[in-house]
């Protein structure tokens, strides 16, 4: 049984990660059968017959697809059963594993698949002889090595059918490992086929070696039988997929879903990874452009076909196609490679003699795989019924008006609002600006987590409804994609804009009411507006997307475009390129601000701060390099510099007989990875620190982001005694109340409110209760940003622990940080086991 790689969506390179332990297998099992073999390698004058025996019988006779996998059958045990009995059992292995790579380099497929093949095959077969070798030794051809023989192959079947699961499930997630399962009982019924057909050989081999003449005939026959069977399968799927294409067309005509009816089939039936439909601009209908990928749900509006390729078949009026099994003009390979495409067949749509769009199918699903000649019929057939549906106008009509309109909303989507900005750009009058609006639904993906996609349609309808009635009667209102909305029209100055998308915001931050649920949504929204911001729709697109993303800092907020935010985000884009460099070379550094009790002024510990001084751009914000880590894949690199320079010189200052413990901040994104707790545990193990001395903090919105996404890995890392804290409290929606079922221990009062506490008693009052509830709460509570003596004594006064900010210190490299323990801390305080007081307040 012979599969074929995996080439899902992720990258091919992860099959190395199973590739690697079926290596491991195959040298832990040949050294255990030389060892235990009394032979191990013998008969070299049968292996060359047998090798050749292999190679040939390793040709395909039935495939079956999984998903963007082929899964090939062939008659490969039955040599395999000759081997085992014949030769020595490492020359199985040998002839095994050389024939499977000659049978897969023949189908070029590339180094990481390949490798795959060949471990497999050595591992399986390995596996066979090593189990052969721990049974009685096998004499004569009767029952009992028919069972032995039929339970080696069942090893290499087993085994090899197990890696592919695992493979595909490693590559496009289990669901395609289940399906790589689903499909492997005809795979398992003919192996089980070809082992007895192997023993049937066996016998007549042991009785006369004149036998092999009527064998030869045999096999040719059962591979004549097999290729059959393979063509009277594929004609029965293709018929049934013909009548359920057909079906699909004549119901899906009246609800405008022909597109989704037609390509979906249309890709299933020709086994090809995208499926296109195109329909040229005419009149004042816009280009339809749509396409089917596998795996992908819904139509995406683009088309893996090179546009020369169906140029071509609209002008000359016929089928071009372009490919390894297909007969095709040569001039037309280049384009391919150039998309990374292997093969393309494009089928001109006709009404009467006029060609009103193509039909196209790319890339057969196996890397082995090529549409051939026959599968042009079969296409010219699909392309015949496609016609006749698009030949009705109401239905065309429909095709285009699905093209600019989302489904769910009934909105015209990007691509209209795009066409339509551009108009009104052209045409503005004096003393007028034209508006762009950009509503970001918040937390939307909470509502699907939680209560299921269909609750977040519901929002997304309602939101839409509510955006249409609330509009004046000049804009154009459509969807963005996903959760944003896009509102256009003519005001009299940026201002009004700012003012309309306020009052829009508030009307959909009415309640919603679906059933018996009530649900609270709120938007962020961007504004830029045309002359100010840009001249064309691109940029403005462009900018209102900045302005929302600045937005959604401040929840809630209506954010104008300013030159600053594209001067911010090209300034990331900048720096995405020299943090890899920075981190290599230890540009960035850790700065440490103290950790007091505001009580008796004791030093705790010290919070790491990272810092970067940038040799062009002088010093960058920390939120900037800490966004641009996430982004680039450099935030467990980021983190983990932090972590030991902190826990190194928490180890240092123990040693010197003060402990003193460290605080280092988390990305919400570093919750994800379910191997930093462990990571975690490694580092402490590395420098010998007590987890106690270690405090881990997240920002509010990272732990209470209405999910229970980073509950796992916070009891992970609390098991290990990590002390976790969620930093910047008070500046997101969530309530105390939600931090009882987080494992956490500390709360950190944000800054702003701890800064305002002397002037404003609202701030005052929030911090009170935040420090009376988490003290009830079993959590201790740290100030941010304490500046003031007045500040420090209201702190005090309400019981707040601990505190850090300016008046203590401010965040300081290390050689300075040690300057301020001499001048600060109170030699008399230092004892052991007692923490430093500091001497006074600076």
């Known amino acids: 049984m012979a599969g074929r790689g995996p080439t899902g969506p992720r990258s091919t390179e992860y099959a190395w990660l199973i590739t690697g332990p079926l290596a491991l297998i195959a040298i832990v099992c040949t050294t255990a059968v030389g060892l235990v073999a009394p032979q191990p390698f013998g008969g070299w004058s049968l292996a060359l017959p047998l090798l050749v025996a292999m190679v ?80 009685p030794p096998v004499e004569g051809v009767g029952p009992a090595t028919w069972l032995k023989l039929s339970l080696a192959a069942s090893m290499v079947n087993l085994l090899s059918l197990a890696s592919v699961a695992g493979v595909h499930t490693l590559l496009q997630g289990w669901q395609a490992g289940r399906g790589a399962l689903r499909q492997s009982p005809p795979a398992l019924l003919a192996a089980m086929i070809n082992v007895a057909s192997g023993m049937i050989v066996l016998i007549l081999i042991a009785a006369t070696w004149w036998s092999l003449l009527l064998l030869g005939t045999l096999l040719v026959a059962l591979a004549l039988v097999y290729r059959a069977y393979a063509q009277f399968f594929r004609q029965h799927r293709t018929l049934t997929d013909m009548y359920e294409l057909s079906r699909a067309v004549s119901e899906s005509g009246e609800y405008g879903t022909l597109p989704d009816a037609l390509l979906g089939r249309v890709r299933a039936l020709m086994q090809a990874e995208y499926a296109t439909l195109w329909l040229p601009a005419q009149g004042r209908h816009p280009e339809v452009l749509l396409t089917a990928r596998n795996d992908a749900p819904g139509l995406l509006d683009f088309a893996k076909t090179p546009v020369v390729l169906r140029e071509r078949a609209r002008d000359a009026g016929r089928t071009v196609a372009v490919g390894r099994g297909l007969t095709t003009d040569g001039d037309l390979r280049a384009p ?81 609002i795009t066409g339509a900005l551009e108009e009104a750009v052209k045409i503005r009058a004096p003393g007028e600006v034209v508006a762009l609006l950009l509503f970001d639904v918040d937390r939307l993906r909470q509502v699907n987590e939680s209560l299921g996609h269909a609750a977040g349609d519901k929002v997304l309808v309602e939101v839409a409804n509510r955006l249409r009635a609330c509009v004046p009667s000049s804009a154009l209102v459509g969807r963005a994609g996903g959760d944003e909305f896009l509102v256009t029209l003519r005001l009299e100055s940026a201002e009004a804009a700012v003012e309309l998308a306020a009052q829009l915001r508030e009307q959909i931050r009415d309640e919603m009411v679906f059933d018996a649920l009530t649900l609270d949504v709120d938007t962020a929204v961007g504004v ?193 005694g990590v002390r976790l804290s969620v930093d910047d409290f008070g500046t997101g929606d969530s309530s105390l109340a939600h931090l009882r079922r987080l494992p956490v221990h500390e709360v950190k009062v944000d800054r702003s409110f701890v800064q305002g506490m002397a002037t404003d008693p609202g701030d005052l009052a929030i911090v009170n209760a935040v420090v009376t509830l988490s003290q009830q709460f079993g959590l201790a509570v740290v100030a941010e940003g304490v500046e003031s003596e007045l500040t420090l004594e209201l702190l005090q006064d309400i019981g707040c622990e601990i505190g850090q900010g300016f008046l203590f210190s401010r965040p300081l490299p290390y050689e300075r940080l040690e300057a301020w323990f001499g001048a600060q801390v109170d030699p008399e305080t230092i004892s052991p086991g007692e923490l430093p007081r500091l001497r006074a307040v600076p």
Request: proline share 5%; charged share 25%.
């Open 528 to 720: 830029a507006v045309h002359p100010d911001h840009g001249s064309d729709a691109a940029s403005l697109l462009q900018r209102v997307d900045l302005a929302a993303t600045a937005a959604k800092s401040v929840p809630g907020s209506v954010q104008l475009f300013s030159p600053a935010l594209e001067s911010r985000s090209l300034r990331r884009l900048g720096l995405a390129g020299d943090l890899r460099r920075a981190l290599d070379d230890g540009e960035l550094e850790v700065y440490f601000q103290p950790k007091v009790t505001l009580r008796d002024r004791r030093l705790v510990g010290v919070e790491c701060l990272a810092r970067w001084e940038h040799p062009a751009h002088g010093t960058v914000a920390p939120e900037d390099f800490v966004a641009v880590a996430e982004h680039t894949g450099q935030l467990g690199r980021f983190t983990e510099l932090v972590l030991r320079e902190g826990l190194r010189r928490s180890r240092d200052w123990t040693h010197a007989g003060q402990p003193l413990a460290v605080a280092v901040n988390l990305s919400a994104r570093t919750l994800t990875d379910q191997h930093f707790p462990a990571r975690v545990k490694e580092l402490l193990d590395e420098y010998g620190v007590a987890p106690q001395l270690l405090t881990l903090e997240i920002k509010e919105a990272g732990v209470l982001d209405g999910t229970d996404r980073p509950i796992p890995t916070l009891r992970r890392l609390r098991d290990l």
């Open 56 to 135: 040939a019988a390793g040709l395909p006779v039935l495939n079956f697809t999984v998903r963007r996998q082929s899964l090939g059958v062939t008659l490969t045990e039955i040599p395999l059963v000759l081997a085992f009995f014949l030769v020595e059992p490492l020359t199985v292995v040998v002839i095994y594993t050389v024939a499977s790579a000659v049978t897969h380099l023949r189908h070029r497929f590339g180094a990481t698949k390949f490798w795959f093949n060949v471990g497999r095959a050595a591992a399986g077969s390995s596996l066979a002889v090593l189990v052969l070798e721990a049974m």
């Open 336 to 416: 391919l490679s150039a998309h990374r495409v292997k093969d393309v067949i494009v089928l001109p749509l006709r009404s009467g003699q006029a060609v009103i769009g193509t039909l196209e199918v790319a890339n057969r699903l196996g890397d082995s795989n090529y549409f051939v000649r026959t599968d042009v019929p079969l296409f010219e057939t699909v392309a015949a019924h496609a016609a006749v549906a698009l030949e009705n106008s109401r239905l065309v009509d429909r095709l285009r008006h699905d093209a600019s309109h989302d489904t769910l909303t009934r909105l015209p989507n990007r691509r209209r």
